[in-house]
């Protein structure tokens, strides 16, 4: 018999998220407003702190097209991005009808490298382009070199939007991902740390920016008895149902960062005796990650095996674990892009494998992923 699949990361709900929901059926609120749309943004900005303010959207996506927009990108602008991503990271920039120019990542963390960020800052400015924005990612929940980062980004006064994408829960020097940019995002797509079935949000550092991310997601409409519009906007806000679920799932986030950073502790007692494997961890106490997925890199195994091997047997073992994002320089649909930097993203994507890491894996599965590792290594 087969057995039940082990997911990379699978949604795990706490409780209430049924409760939040059956209230908005009885007081019929159904429609893309709500009052779980506003206790969800509380709770968002009470969990962030800093002060933030914080817009609930549809997805992580149409929070960074929102902040591109926002940050006044338009066609023929530049903007930088951390290529080792995923490509919702990227895709808001063309979206815009502007040019993406993406950046290598450094080892320790994995996310961009400050200094191939500012070789690329000088030379496009040297090219004629000052870049309009740079997108930073704190990837698989490890937060990026922010004191680097940022000091590069002021050094030439340009905006950093923070994808957190995956980094709710993480954090830098005790402060919250999610706060460092001069606009931040998050995403509750269903593989997330939390999930909304899917939804995202825009924090931002003022009210003003929270209303005008509301306005032009909710059609910039003008202050009118009419529908009036002086500016192009989105249908981009969160359902009334969905922020219910993401109220329950408030409730439980520390208790799945818990549960993901315990992930990641029982895969260095897994890997302890092969020195070929690394299991990417916090390179200082500076960094708290969520641990969304753990990452493995594998250099060397003793069997002489490769990454490759490892994910089709575990694949075999009805076992998911997924390569690394393909770094965006690498994606045909960015093949003309600029790129600056070496080899550090595409070694990632070459040699590193994501392990299963969700919030709600028993002791069962902790043993069969175990076992088979074990297996595949002797
Ligand atoms: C998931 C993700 C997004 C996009 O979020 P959606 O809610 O799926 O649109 C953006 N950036 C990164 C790094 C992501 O992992």
Redesign the pocket.
Known sequence: MKQNKIWLSSPHMGGNEQTYINEAFKENWIAPLGPNVTSFEKDLENYLQENVKVAALS??????HLALIMLGVEREDEVICQSL??A??ANPIAYLGATPVFVDSEEETLNICPKALEDAIEDRIKKGKKPKAIIG?H?YGMPYKVNEVHAVAKKYDIPVIE?S??ALGSSYNGQKCGTFGDLA?L???G??IITTS???ALVTKDIEKKDQAIFLATQARDDAPHYQHSQIGYNYRLSNISAGIGRGQMEVLDVHVKARRQMNDFYKGVFKDEEGVKVFSEPTDNYFSNHWLTVIQIDKLKNGLKREDLRLHLQEKNIESRPL?KPMHLQPVFKNAPYYGSEIASSAFKNSLCLPSGSNLLEQDKKRISEAINDFLN
């Open positions: 997805s992580g996506t149409a929070a960074l991503t995923f919702a990271s990612v990837l994808d994408a995956e995002i995403s509750f797509n593989n997330k899917g939804g995202g994002w």
